[in-house]
């Protein structure tokens, strides 16, 4: 790009409303969107009441029956899908640039990884609409059966900050290429990428209430949806204590279904038959990316004894060297922490994991402060024990706990030993190791000597309490789908 960042950002002027029924529209209280890069407002956006929310519902509903998407031919969907990825290319500036303003990632990488995610995530899934089979099983010659899949209805998407585009359109593709129509709530921090994501469906050729954005606070629209009886399904990525709310809420309205992709504590192992330059430096670089603002993030990294000296010092060298920069800078390698709330939780949790048997070795204190904005470095305990609280709680931010072990069994315990169960990976050139270890945890992603690989092709998604359903992936798709069984007698055959 020839203006920068900052260039562009001085022009930008993004949607404020929530889109109902195709039309942006004001509702009733704004609340501003704050840079965490310097703690300034980008934006008033409209938050969306328990009224707005039932307006949403109604629009996806009347969509839905009339079946303006629901009933299009697969082969039209999938070319509406496609535009819409085409879209987001097109449009990859703006959309990086505003996931920077409203979240604090650089916006470069914002642009190499997000906006390229979210139009792959369209483009797969619009490739899919026309590819999708029914089944005829055999069945004794006077009968005739079919096993045919089926639009689910009105789908309730609520995602997080952290990915704001990767994570709604992790929901939002697969919904619409089944024939959902969706309503989607972005988290508050994040509604910005989300209003332009939607805006570009709209032009992609997205009718009108097939697709709706109901910012707001999740205890009022969040919930709202969560509750709703005319939501048929809720997808939901974000921490697993609100992911409880979910489940109650289904419980209490109209026993939707409830598809959860929740927290993490991830382990990296490394053993010492490893490439341990390649181990040590993607260990860092899974919990310093995105600020360690993700799911993923492997937060802990369990070596074995005897390599212990040499890892942590390939690590925190990395770590020293990686620091927090304006989300607008080209060369930023992190950013800032998603708000000043989120900096001083990750501060506290940071004391707190001080005095219980972890040792502070490299960061613990927010940086460039005079900006204005929440910047945090990476951060390394080691010495942790296992059951320790910077081992076990989930900390959202860049910061690494490190623990020792001594043979694989002992791996295996210390990594398995929380309630989380969402991805892991191992390190060593031994093939029977590296099995029998990938094959002993209990996770939904597991990495062998790698860290976040996969492609669309891939499922995602955790197990314990970090929830159940799958993202991406064909079987993403079956969350959005019943399937219906119809059985036709036929006459005796002559
Ligand atoms: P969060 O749970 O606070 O919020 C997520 C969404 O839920 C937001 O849209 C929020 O507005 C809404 N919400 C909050 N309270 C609600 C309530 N009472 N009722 C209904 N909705 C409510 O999470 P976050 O801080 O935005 O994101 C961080 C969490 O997300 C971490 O725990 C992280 O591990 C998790 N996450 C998981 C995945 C995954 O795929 N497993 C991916 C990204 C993030």
New binding site residues.
């Given amino acids: 790009m020839t203006t920068t960042w900052h260039e562009l950002a001085d022009k930008i002027s993004p949607r404020t409303g929530l889109l109902i029924e195709g039309r942006f529209q004001d509702a009733g209280e704004a609340f501003s969107v704050i840079a965490p890069r310097n703690g300034k407002s980008v934006a008033d956006v409209s938050f969306a009441s328990v009224h707005d929310v039932d307006k949403a519902v109604a629009s996806a509903r009347a969509a839905f029956e009339d079946g303006r998407w629901s009933k299009r031919a697969p082969a039209e969907r999938k070319a509406v899908l496609m535009t819409w990825a085409e879209l987001c290319r097109a449009n990859a500036d703006e959309l990086a640039l505003l996931m920077a303003l409203e979240m604090g990632k650089p916006a470069h990488e914002a642009k190499a990884i997000e906006v390229r995610a979210v139009a792959n995530t369209l483009a797969w899934f619009g490739e899919a609409c026309d590819k999708i089979l029914d089944e005829l099983p055999h069945t004794s010659r006077d009968a005739l059966a079919l096993i045919t899949r089926e639009p689910a209805g009105v789908v309730g998407a609520?995602?997080?900050?952290?990915?704001p585009l990767t994570?709604a359109g992790w929901k939002v593709a697969p919904a619409l290429a089944a024939g959902c129509s969706v309503v989607l709530?972005?988290?508050?921090?994040s509604p910005l990428s989300a209003l332009r994501f939607a805006e570009l469906g709209l032009e992609a050729g997205l009718p009108e209430g097939v697709f709706n954005v109901v910012n707001?606070?999740?205890?009022i629209?969040?919930?709202a949806?969560?509750e709703h009886p005319d939501v048929d399904v809720l997808t939901?990525?974000?921490?697993?204590?609100?992911?409880r709310?979910?489940l109650d809420?289904a419980a209490k309205s109209n026993l939707k279904r409830v598809y959860l992709?929740?927290?993490?504590k991830s382990a990296n192992i490394i053993f010492p038959d490893a490439d341990l330059d390649k181990a040590a430096s993607t260990a860092a670089w899974s919990i310093f990316f995105n600020q360690g603002?993700?799911?993923?993030a492997g937060s802990r990294l369990l070596v074995h004894e005897s390599i212990h000296d040499e890892v942590v010092a390939r690590v925190s060298a990395i770590a020293s060297a990686m620091q927090p920069a304006d989300p607008l800078s080209d060369d930023a390698a992190m950013g800032a922490l998603?708000s000043k709330e989120?900096l001083e939780r990750v501060e506290t949790m940071v004391e707190t994991g001080a005095k219980d048997r972890a040792e502070l070795i490299v960061g613990g204190e927010r940086v460039n402060a005079d900006s204005g904005g929440y910047y945090f470095p990476p951060t390394i305990f080691d010495h942790v024990a296992p059951d320790a609280y910077i081992a076990q709680e989930?900390v959202?931010g860049p910061v690494l706990s490190v623990s020792t072990f001594k043979d694989d069994a002992e791996a295996l315990a210390i990594a398995n030993g929380t309630r989380y169960g969402?991805a892991s990976a191992v390190w060593t050139q031994n093939l029977d190791r590296a099995v029998a270890i990938s094959r002993g945890l209990r996770v939904g992603v597991c990495w062998v000597n790698c860290y976040e690989e996969g492609d669309m092709t891939i499922p995602?998604?955790?197990v314990k309490e970090?929830?159940f359903g799958r993202?991406k992936s064909l079987h993403a798709l079956e969350k959005f789908f019943d399937l219906k069984s119809t059985w036709i007698q036929l006459s005796e055959p002559s």
């Avoid at 609520?158 to 990915?163: D, E, K, T």
């Avoid at 707001?216 to 205890?219: A, K, P």
């Avoid at 939901?236 to 992911?243: D, I, L, R």
């Fill in positions: 609520v995602v997080p900050w952290n990915f994570m709530k972005p988290a508050e921090n707001g606070h999740g205890h629209a969040g919930r949806l969560g939901f990525t974000g921490s697993t204590e609100v992911g709310y979910f809420y992709e929740l927290g993490g603002e993700m799911c993923t998603v989120h989930e959202f969402l995602f998604g955790g970090s929830g993202d």
